[in-house]
């Protein structure tokens, strides 16, 4: 009762209702309440909150996303269907957030379009956010072309994506493996 009345009703509700109205949302602030409604589906069995995610995590992927499974510019939704390319696009913690979403959906549904989302999303951004010689991570991934990578600093940037960079190894093993 107590994390239902936290719901941030605002956003929830028109995602419950099949309405997309994220453009100019900041993107991953609205993700980790998604995740929360799919945990409560999870407590509650109310459908209303399954079909949030499920029409959420659809809208993000098949009209807010970029080829390497990454959302947003300027860590914010675009417009519905024309994510721009650009140097501040792709924010890592969108993505680390998107698998978390995808892990309920496969586990509801078993079907295989989750799954390829994650395997997309996970070898072309998340693997790809460590810079392998100094460990380094990505906070945006520039969807510009010829532009390069940007990783954080040992001492100088400590960024979201740092902390969320800091877990995505330890999640590789996460989903492999579904009965
Ligand atoms: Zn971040």
């Not at 109310?46 to 009209?63: C, G, H, I, M, S």
């Not at 010689?133 to 510009?144: A, C, E, L, P, R």
């Amino acid at each position: 009762e107590l994390a239902e009345r936290f719901c941030h009703r605002a956003i929830l509700q028109p995602l419950a209702e099949g309405k997309d109205e994220l453009e100019g949302k900041h993107a991953n602030t609205q993700i980790p309440k998604v995740i929360g409604a799919a945990k409560l589906y999870d407590i509650t069995g109310k459908e209303a909150y399954r079909n949030t995610a499920l029409f959420f995590w659809e809208q993000v992927v098949y009209q807010r996303s970029y080829a390497i499974g990454g959302n947003s510019i300027g860590e914010h939704f675009g417009a519905e269907g024309s994510e721009e390319l650009g140097v501040t696009t792709a924010e890592t913690c969108n993505t680390y957030n998107m698998l978390k979403l995808t892990g309920y959906l496969f586990r509801w549904f078993h079907e295989a379009r989750f799954m390829d989302y994650y395997e997309n999303a996970l070898y072309n951004h998340i693997l790809a956010s460590q810079d392998p010689d100094s460990g380094m991570k990505t906070y945006f991934v520039s969807t510009q072309p010829g532009h390069f990578k940007v990783y954080c600093s040992p001492e100088d940037s400590f960024w979201c994506c740092t902390g969320t960079g800091m877990e995505n190894p330890a999640r590789y093993t996460q989903n492999i493996y579904h009965l």
